[in-house]
């Protein structure tokens, strides 16, 4: 049983800046992949960032530039820096923590980015 905690979403005027937090809890070895996706009202949610345990990274072209995803194995944490963030990042960010091929969801932090 992985239960994943989010923090760090609130609310920012257009070029700020935010840092979300996603630790995983519970019952873990060794986490796989982790990753950050996010939804917006009527769209479907999408991938935004993920990074493997090497470290290897891959970004949404609408990001890449702008977020800089990253990780601390030993905290079983997952990070976003989100800089220049712009009113079309507003949306529910969600972490995904892959743990023995198994992919665990957090619940969700809300960005709004207003201009």
């Known amino acids: 049983q992985v239960q994943l905690a989010e923090s760090g979403g609130g609310s920012v005027q257009a070029g700020g800046s935010l840092r979300l937090s996603c630790a995983a809890s519970?019952?873990?070895?060794?986490?796989?992949?982790m990753g950050w996706y996010r939804q917006a009202p009527g769209k479907q949610r999408e991938l935004v960032a993920s990074?493997?345990?090497?470290?290897?990274?891959n970004y949404a072209d609408s990001v890449k530039g702008r977020f800089t995803i990253s990780r601390d194995n030993a905290k079983n944490t997952v990070y976003l820096q989100m800089n220049s963030l712009k009113p079309e990042d507003t949306a529910t960010y969600y972490c995904?923590?892959?743990?023995?091929?198994?992919?665990?969801w957090g619940q969700g932090t809300q960005v709004t980015v207003s201009s």
């Open positions: 995904k923590v892959v743990v023995v091929r198994v992919a665990y």
């Open positions: 519970g019952t873990i070895f060794s986490i796989n992949d």
């Open positions: 990074i493997t345990r090497g470290g290897d990274t």
